[in-house]
């Protein structure tokens, strides 16, 4: 029998942007965190999704291990006062509901921006991790493309993707109404990962003139800058950039904060500066705020704007989650069939060992061609044979009344001794 799914979600419904940047894992501490649910809980299917919205484990397992999972993951971020931070996690023990919990969050349900185009690559990335430390088994493969193929429904069949209602769209906007008077503003954009490379096309969509970008890799900016015809500044010259602009929006990933008091010791704030900070953990120092004339924005003030594209959105939840709800019944007819995928497989070995017994028997009063013919003959017989009971056996996972069937099954072809591997699986019956 298959393990159940379960799972934590630490999210923006669940917890401020203050707690969940302490939780944020990035990938070296997410996979020291799946090696760690191996070695300690014997967990062999897990997948860590973080994200600045959210931190989640999945996993699949007969017992209930959340809240130990919760507490490693806190005790992998340093913070042993775990009982403090326990109700911050939502608990799923439940398999149907932390499937569906998963379809939701990848297709954007749960994002802070409805939609967020963000999520699936998230998503998949996540994915990769349990594909590198070889913690995706059968369940999660299955699982992770019906979602994909999912997403990809959602995308073509109804208006959720539509327009542009991301976290990047979000702050160009939030930027439109903090500057909405001011001619020709300077827009910094500091970090062109996925996030400041989204917010920069966004820029130039709307036609925002004066865009100075940098990066880290300088390279990364050299490229973006081609794309978009705007002006590359040095990395090192940051507090000089900053003092010329007006709107400095930062999307860079790192621990600890990158604008502080004394990177600006020597800015002179003449009129606002608006500091946009996307990242999580925040790069903007809270104390930045304390400089007269400076304002911070960060992630939780990027809240959902309503416009068109959102109401558009809002308005096609229900055609997505029938999709989703269409999704996940097919998911389960599958989960269940895998139920029985083990005895189907005793019962073909079972059958497969009469049969091979059988032509030994015979086979010293065979030609070559008769023997051959013979193993053709008896291999239609045990398919044809096996057929009909396997249909039964998948009919009755769908009803929820698979046990009674594969106990009688057990005892009449006294299964017990067999191997559950086969080369064949229940679908090729
Ligand atoms: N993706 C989203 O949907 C989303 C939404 C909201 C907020 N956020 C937050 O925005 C931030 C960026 O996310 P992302 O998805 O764009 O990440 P990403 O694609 O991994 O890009 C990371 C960026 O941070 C820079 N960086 C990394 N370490 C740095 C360091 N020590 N000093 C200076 N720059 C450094 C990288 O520069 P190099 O090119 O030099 O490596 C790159 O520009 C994160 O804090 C994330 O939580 C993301």
Redesign the pocket.
């Known amino acids: 029998m298959f393990d159940v799914f379960k799972s934590i979600s630490l999210s923006h419904k669940t917890a401020p942007l203050a707690v969940r940047e302490l939780i944020?894992l990035n990938e070296d501490e997410a996979k020291r965190l799946m090696l760690r649910l191996r070695d300690i809980l014997g967990l062999t299917e897990l997948l860590v999704v973080s994200?600045?919205n959210r931190t989640e484990v999945y996993y699949t397992a007969s017992e209930d291990h959340n809240a130990t999972i919760a507490r490693l993951l806190l005790i992998e971020k340093g913070l042993t006062d775990t009982d403090a931070y326990l109700p911050y996690f939502q608990q799923i023990p439940d398999h149907t509901q932390a499937v569906r919990h998963l379809f939701e969050v990848c297709v954007g349900l749960h994002s802070q921006v409805i939609g967020?185009m963000?999520i699936p690559n998230?998503v998949k990335q996540s994915y990769q991790w349990s594909a590198d430390l070889d913690m995706a088994g059968p369940f999660l493969h299955r699982l992770m493309h019906t979602i994909f193929f999912t997403n990809k429904r959602v995308a073509q069949e109804t208006s959720f993707r539509d327009g542009a209602a991301s976290?990047s769209y979000a702050a160009v906007e939030l930027i439109d109404e903090l500057l909405g008077e001011r001619s020709n503003p300077n827009v910094l954009v500091v970090?062109?990962?996925?996030?400041?490379a989204d917010v920069c096309r966004n820029l130039t969509n709307r036609h925002v003139s004066n865009i100075t970008i940098c990066?880290?890799?300088r390279s990364?900016a050299e490229e973006l800058a081609q794309e978009l015809q705007v002006r590359v500044a040095d990395f090192d010259q940051l507090a000089t950039e900053i003092q010329q602009a007006d709107v400095i929006i930062s999307?860079?990933?790192?621990d600890e904060p990158?604008f502080t008091p004394a990177l600006l010791r020597d800015v002179t704030v003449l009129t606002y500066k608006y500091f946009i900070d996307?990242?999580?953990p925040r790069s903007v120092d809270a104390a930045v705020e304390q400089i007269p004339g400076v304002l911070v924005y960060n992630?939780d003030h990027i809240r959902a704007r309503t416009d068109e594209a959102l109401n558009r959105r809002l308005a096609s939840i229900p055609q997505v989650e029938a999709i989703i709800s269409q999704s996940t019944a097919e998911f389960g007819d599958w989960s269940k069939e895998m139920m029985v995928s083990p005895t189907i497989n005793k019962l073909k070995n079972a059958l497969e060992q009469i049969r091979k017994e059988e032509i030994a028997r015979h086979l010293k009063h065979l030609s070559p061609d008769e023997s051959e013919r013979m193993d053709k003959i008896t291999k239609g017989i045990m398919q044809k044979v096996l057929k009909l009971p396997v249909l039964q056996l998948k009919a009755a996972c769908k009803r929820g009344e698979a046990e009674t069937l594969i106990d009688v099954l057990n005892d009449l072809f006294n299964l017990d001794g067999q191997p559950t591997s086969a080369a064949d699986t229940a679908s090729h019956y």
């Not at 970090?191 to 400041?196: C, H, K, Q, R, T």
């Not at 999307?251 to 790192?254: E, K, L, P, S, T």
């Open positions: 944020a994200t600045c967020d963000q998230q976290v970090g062109l990962g996925e996030i400041g990066n880290r890799t990364k999307a860079v990933q790192r990158l996307l990242s999580v992630i």
